[in-house]
């Protein structure tokens, strides 16, 4: 077992910002570094990442933290990776373009193709996920069949993880069990890439990279990554995985009955589960785990923390000014007005569904409403409907998760929507159960420095890391009082949505190039 001196370092390449943790190996956070990460739209409907900026930036990165800490005893590297993005790479491993992200639309039509070549329930029933373009098989497939000259020369097409990976000094072309139920088809039951589904899309698996584990050492630090990071040759690399299953360990789920809620951009809802379960309504995803052993069942919105930095960019103004010459953070101005507004802010209903809505209703053609405006309601109520708007998504998502057959018994909130009180507050209100918060709120980080921790042995498995790495914050009881409001509250949002579910339609297809 390594030494309590020992650290690790993991890196968290999410989709809007860089990260880097240094945990000591039994779990005390030691310092986290990040930077904003850019995504280029070179045209309508394409979203795309310069990797060799995220490798600039990690190596950038590394050296802050190098300046206020020692890092001669790094005894592991482990990732945490954005879920559904896409890079063909070369014999060499080298990139063949920019890492095509996870939003991006290219792959609409190929999306189309699956739901009638496949249909629906079949797709769900083998891989446990429904069709969309948020995965990576739509890209997969356009650049089969759109992009040839750069599908012959790919030997694999990959998530990101992939490429790092390599660059870092693994010498084969892997992807844990977490990311690659994200980039094409598993069969869920079996953990391995689905051939049924390969055989009806046409698409060789052998273009796809092979399967590891999570905890799994892949291979050393190179001599030049070495140099590029600051850091000594031969560190054991460890493989890690998706962000959405390093958060939920990173925030303790490691067992079942417990749930993470990670708002952050999005929100991603949860769940741990000792044994396979899927939707019978084939409409939230279960996936595999970072946990070898398990599986996990999830559900996201498409826009939380975003639309209250909407929110803060277009109307906070004021209070974005004061944050700069003072310590306040902006959010914690906009929701502390919000104090004396009453459950259901006086009969505002907001939908946060700024960019669509995949769960537990799928139409990604619905955008964002604030219904029920009189000349009587004030800034602060449309604040406080927008944070109700977005707990009550959320408890739809639980709600839908529940309804599979799934327990939740305990609730951990994690991510930037987990850092005010009041809307904790709130949170626990509208979903008539209790949550904690956790020390480190970068549970992804967290969460991939457990899966180092386990695959050099520091541990024996994420249960026993959880013990060391976990500590609750706080603990947030819900008001019976305003629960029982919020019931009512959560009826009315629902009716809104679904009136606008059967009447808001706009051609999905139209920017898919």
Request: with cysteine; glycine share 8%.
């Amino acid at each position: 077992m390594e030494s309590a001196n020992n650290t690790i370092l993991s890196f968290d390449l999410g989709t809007t910002a860089t990260k880097i943790g240094l945990f000591s190996v039994d779990g005390k956070p030691i310092c986290i570094q990040s930077q904003e990460q850019k995504v280029i739209t070179p045209s309508p409907g394409r979203s795309e990442q310069d990797a060799l900026k995220t490798w600039e930036t990690i190596g950038e990165l590394t050296s802050r933290i190098h300046d206020a800490h020692s890092l001669d005893n790094v005894s592991a590297i482990s990732l945490s990776i954005q879920r559904g993005s896409v890079v063909p790479l070369d014999d060499e491993g080298n990139p063949l373009t920019d890492i095509i992200v996870w939003m991006d639309r290219r792959g609409l039509p190929q999306k189309r193709w699956l739901e009638n070549k496949i249909g629906l329930e079949a797709y769900h029933e083998i891989s446990g996920h429904g069709i969309s373009h948020i995965t990576g098989i739509s890209k997969l497939l356009w650049l089969q069949r759109k992009a040839k000259e750069i599908w012959d020369q790919a030997t694999v097409v990959a998530p990101p993880q992939t490429l790092f990976l390599y660059w870092l000094g693994c010498k084969d072309l892997v992807c844990d069990l977490s990311l690659g139920t994200y980039l094409f088809p598993f069969n869920i039951e079996k953990k391995e890439w689905s051939q049924k589904i390969s055989n009806l899309a046409q698409f060789p698996l052998k273009k796809l990279p092979d399967l590891v584990s999570a905890t799994q050492v892949v291979g050393n630090l190179s001599a030049k990554a070495a140099d590029h990071l600051g850091l000594k040759a031969g560190i054991p690399i460890v493989a890690g995985g998706g962000d959405g299953q390093c958060a939920a360990v990173g925030s303790g789920v490691v067992e079942p009955g417990l749930c993470m809620i990670n708002i952050g951009t999005a929100a991603g809802v949860q769940v741990y589960l000792q044994e396979l379960k899927k939707d019978p309504e084939h409409i939230i995803n279960t996936a595999a785990h970072v946990d070898p052993c398990a599986w996990e069942m999830e559900g996201h919105t498409q826009a939380s923390g975003a639309v209250l930095r909407w929110f803060r960019d277009e109307f906070g103004l004021v209070e974005k000014e004061y944050s700069l010459r003072s310590s306040h953070d902006v959010f914690d101005l906009l929701i502390d007005e919000t104090k004396h507004v009453p459950p259901g802010s006086e009969e505002l209903i907001f939908l946060p569904t700024f960019n669509g809505s995949t769960a537990p209703v799928f139409n990604a053609n619905l955008r964002g409403v604030l219904s029920g405006l009189t000349l009587s309601h004030t800034r602060e109520h449309i604040i406080h409907a927008v944070l109700e708007g977005i707990s009550m998504e959320i408890r739809w998502l639980l709600n839908a998760i529940t309804e599979s057959g799934v327990s939740i018994d305990k609730i951990r909130l994690v991510g930037g929507g987990s850092k005010n009180t009041c809307w904790n507050q709130i949170h626990a209100d509208i979903l008539g159960q209790g949550v904690e918060t956790i020390s480190v709120s970068d549970s992804a980080l967290a969460g991939a420095a457990m899966c180092g921790s386990v695959g050099i042995g520091a541990s024996e498995n994420l249960q026993e890391a959880a013990q060391k790495f976990i500590t609750v914050k706080q603990t947030v009881e819900p008001d019976t009082d305003r629960a029982r409001l919020y019931d009512g509250v959560f009826e009315r949002y629902q009716e809104l949505f679904m009136i606008l579910n059967e009447r808001y339609f706009i051609d999905e297809y139209n920017d898919a190039n």
